[in-house]
């Protein structure tokens, strides 16, 4: 009778759908959301004007207006006060545009680009394209560099690259479902950038941090703080 109690309480706790999520995966964690199903959102600033700064902050906020934060992820660069460097949208609202500009850094690393949740669909596009596709999102994030465009890894990655850390990004697969992904230990750019075209089939994929890679998701335990956090992508209910 007890294994029969345990059974259903396994079953209730993973029936919800965000909470069977993620998966470990070719030295990485990767989670799966659809955004025609899923409460997907970004955050930055709080009622205040404010940064949320990290993980923390935004649950409590979220629980404050009744919501659940059930998984939450950085998404996109940021400037040292905390707000993003380039396009920004939240809530059908922009609150920070196309950044085209070239310059030193991950970001300016041509070509970036935008991932965006439009209308229930999910997708990641290198910036010119995405500012010559008239879409309107609800949320976009633009980050850079991209990790994999049209089938083929960033040209200026380089498989003979040494730099290794913490890196995270975003990419949406053929079924259209969005794969968020942390890697698990230190990883060059190369093999980050082949784990989305060769693992999961991506035909273009987006870096979103490095050394700031930060992942909430309490199905595993897990509420990263290395460091205060920009914009934020989560899932909610």
Known sequence: MLRIVLAVLVFWTLGAGAQAACRSEGGNTVCEFDAKKDKIALFNLDATGQPYGGFEPLRQALIGQGQQLTFAMNAGMFGVDLKPIGLYVEGGKQLHKLNRAGGPGNFHMKPNGVFYIAGGKAGV????????????????????????????????????????????????????RIEFVISDGFVTFFDFASFFLDQLGCRNALFFGGSVSSLYAPELGRSDFLSQLGPMVGVVK
């Open 125 to 176: 596009m290198e910036t010119e394209a995405f500012a010559k596709s008239g879409i309107k999102p609800d949320y976009a994030t633009q980050s850079g560099p991209m990790l994999v465009v049209n089938g083929a890894i960033h040209p200026k990655i380089s498989p003979d690259g040494t730099s290794a850390k913490l890196r995270n990004g975003v990419c949406v697969n053929d079924a259209g």
